[in-house]
C-alpha cells in the first residue's frame, strides 16, 4: 500500500461499505459517508497524478460509498497514520462480514473533489472491486462499533488475532472454495492451541467460546463445527468435500466473524486451560 502524507488530513475512499453518518474509529480517524455522484470522467481522470492511477479510479469512484477521515499534527505522523488504516479497513471488513475496497486516496473528502484535486491509488490489486451492494451500517452496528471497535483494534498487537482479522477479510481474494476454506480455517484455528483431538477439540472450545451458559446453542454449534471441520481437512487434503462447498465456506465465514466480535467484547482471545473440559 502506498500513501501520501501531505499536510495534516487526508481521505481514503472506500467501497463495499455505507455508514449513514460519520462514526469514530479512533482519535485520528473517522470512518463517514462518501458520495461521488458529481464526478465525470473527465474530473477523475484529470485528478489523478499518474497514468497506473487512471484505471482505478475509473473503476472504484462510482462504487465509492464511505470514506476515512483521517487527521494528524504533522505529516509525518498523517503518512504513518494512513497507511496504518489499511488495518482498520481489514478490521471493518471481519467485523461486518464484507469486501470493503481501500484503492483510492484523496486530498480532499469526496464530495469536494474536483479537476484540481489530488487523487492516487493507494494499490493496483483491484480488490474489493465487486458489484455486490454495499453492506450498510446500522444503529446497532454503529453502537458496537462505539462500545468495541477500539478493543478489536487493540487486539489486532496479538499475532492470532491479527490472523484470524486478515484471513476472514481477503478470503474472498481467491476464487476457489477450497482455497477459501482453507484461509478460513487457518484463522479459526490459529484462535486456539489445540494439537491433538483438533477436530473435537476446535468444536469443544469454539462451542463453549461462543456460547459459554447456553447449553442448548452449545450443543448445535459443537455438531455444526465438527462437520465444517471434515469440509475443511477435504478441501486441505484434496478429497471429495461431502457438503457444498459454497455453503461450508459461508458457515466458516459466520464462525470466524462470531470469534472476532466475541474476542472484541471479552477485550481477550479464546484460552485453552479455560476452554478445555
Known sequence: MQVIGTGTETYILLSGIAVPQAIALSDHIQIQPADTSHLDLQTTLSACTHPDDIAVAAAFIPRIKAQLHIKASSSKELAVIAWNSSWDVLLLSALFSTEIGFNLQSDVSSESISAKSLLRATNLHMRGLSNSASYEITIDDSRWIADHFASARHLLDNERFQTAVHCLASFRWHSMPRVQLAVLWAGIEGMFGANSEIRFRISLYIARFLHPQEHESRRKVFDAVKKLY???????????????????????????????????ELKALPDEKELAP
Do not use: F, M
Request: glycine share 2%; net charge positive.
Open 230 to 264: 471434515d469440509s475443511r481437512s477435504a478441501a486441505v487434503h484434496g478429497s471429495k468435500i461431502a457438503a457444498d462447498p459454497s455453503s461450508a465456506v459461508s458457515h466458516s465465514q459466520t464462525i470466524l466473524c462470531q470469534l472476532i466480535r466475541r474476542c472484541a
